[in-house]
C-alpha cells in the first residue's frame, strides 16, 4: 500500500524545485543567456520586483491573511539585517516587502524564506495575490465564525497551480468574517463574508471590484455560497478572468473591465457555465489540509506565553492612558485583550520586528497580525501585562498612541523605491503625521487619510475619508509635485463601500495647509450625527475647490514648492517600466 506523502514534504518539494530552477534562471540572465524581458517574468513570479535602481530587486513575502508566526517575523528581522539594511515595510495586502536587494542574492533570500514556510511565490506579476482577511478571525466578538481556514484553504489552492501562474492581470481575494467588512471586500475581484443559513456556513460573495485609476465597486455573485463550494466557485470566477480579460491591453485587464464592457449579466452567465463544469468535470481541488506555518496554521491548539518580559519602566509617560484607549481592544475571550502596534506607514527596522516577536510568543498566542492599514496586532494578551509591554514597546520605539486615527497614515513607497511613483508619498505622510498628531477635535481623530504615489491606488486613496495620489504639474516651464486630493470615501451608514469624489491637484507642499482648511471648515459646519461622507455630500465638490483654489494655482512659487517632500533637489519626474502596483 502506497504511503501517502504529507502535506509539509508535497508543499517543500514543490518549493525547492522551484527555487532550484528560479536559482539557475537568475544565473542565466546574469550570464547574459537571458534578456531582461525574459527574465522578467520569471522574477515576477516570484514577487521579485525592479526598482527604480538600476540592478535592485524589491522582494514581496506573501502573508496569508496577514498571519505570521514569531519565528517567522524573526526570520523576516534576520532577512532585512543581511540583505536589505535592516529595513522592511508592509503594505496595504498584508505583505512584508524588503527593498534594494541584488539580484545576485535574491535566490538564497528566497531559500531562507522558504526554510520557514514563508514563500514569495505569486506575490506579484499576472497571478492570485496574497488572500487578505481579518487579523481578528477567532477571536471577533463580532463575528459570524472564524474565516481564517477557508482563508488558508482559499490561498494553497490557487498556489502553483497553471491556471492562475498567468493571468491576464492581477487576481484578488478578501475574507470578512466579523460582519464589518474588515477586509474591505468592496475594492476586490472576489470577497467573501461569512453568512450561516439554517446551520450551515457559506458566504456572501462579491466580485469584479477593484480600484487603479478607474476604481469599481464590487457587485454581489452569490447571497450564499456553501463553504465546501468556496475553491469550486473562485476556480469558476478564474477560469472566466483567464478566458475574457484583456491580454492585449494591460490597463483594461482587470477583471472589473470584462463587467464595464461586456454586462454584469453576461459575466454572471459565463461564471455559472464554468461553475457547472466543475462541479460535473472535476476542477482544482480543494485541499484537505494546508502545511504548518502557512498562514500561520498549526495543527496543535495555540499555545499562550505567560513568560518574563522585561522590567516596567519607573514612570509610564502621559501618553500610556491615551495608548490603552486607542491601541487596546477587547477579543471575545473574556480576560484576554488584542493590541495594535502603531506602524508609521508600515516601515520597520529589525530590531522592532524582534521585539514584536518576543511580545507574541512571550505574551499572546505566538502569532503576528499583519492589518491591511500596515499595522501589527498582537492578541490573547492578559490585561495585568500592558504595563510591561508598552515599556518594551516604548523602547523599540512603537509605543505611540492613535492607531487607526487621522494620524495613522496609510501610504505606499512611491517614488523611493518603484518605477511608476511619482512623488515620494511616505514623506508626505510623515509630515501630514506631524502636522496632525494631537489634533484637538475627537471626531476629526476618526477620520483616515491614505495617499498613493500614483494613480494605481496602492496606498488605497479612493477609501480614505482623505485621500491623495501623486501627479506632476508644470509651473513656469518647471515641474513641481503635485497631489490630486479626493474627500468622502470609506464606508456609508449602511457599511457598503464608497470611492471619494475628485476635488483637484494641489502642490505636494501645500496639502498640510489644505489638509487644514478642509477639516477646520468641517469642525465649524458639520451637522449633528452626520459623518464625513455626509458632510462632503451635502457641502459638494465646488466649496472644497474654492476653499482651497488659491493652493492649486499659486501666483508666487516658493523655492521649496519645486522640491518633494524630504528632498533638498528641484523634483524632476522619474519613471520606469511599470512592475509594482500591489
Known sequence: MEVPIPVEAQFDQTVQADLALFRSQVADFLAGKLTDDEFRAFRLRRGVYGQRQAN???????VPGGLATSGQMERMADIADKYAGGKGHLTTRQNMQFHFIPLAQVPDLLGEL??????TREACYNTVRNVTGCTLA????????DISPYLRQAAYAFLHQDLTDNLPRKFKIAFCGCGKDCAVGGLHDLAFNAEVRDGQRGFRVLAAGGLGPLPSEAQLLDEFLPVERLVNRCEAVIRVFGKYGNRKNKHKARLKFIVRERSWDWFKEQVEVEYADILA???IAAPEAVPEGFGAFSKSAPSLGREALLPVLPDLPPDYEHWLRTNVQPQRQPGNVVLTVKVPQGNMVSGQMRTIAQIARSAGDGLVRITIDQNLQIAWIEQSRLREIYSLLQQARLAESGADEIDDIVTCPG???????????????????????????????KLHIKASGCPNSCGQHWIGDLGFFGNVRKVNGREIPYYQMLLGGGKDREGMLKYGFTIQSLPAKSIPEAVKRTLDHYVSNRQVNESFREYVLRHKVEIFRTLTADLAKPMEIEPDMYQDWGDSEPFSLQLGRAECAA
Open 56 to 62: 535592485i530587486q524589491m522582494i514581496r513575502t506573501k
Open 114 to 119: 522558504a526554510a520557514v514556510r514563508l514563500t
Open 138 to 145: 477567532g477571536i471577533s466578538s463580532t463575528e459570524v465564525f
Open 281 to 283: 468535470h472535476g476542477g
Open 415 to 445: 517614488a523611493w523605491s518603484c518605477n511608476l511613483g511619482i512623488t515620494k508619498t511616505m514623506n508626505l505622510g510623515e509630515a501630514l503625521r506631524v502636522s496632525l498628531a494631537n489634533h484637538p477635535d475627537a471626531l476629526v481623530r
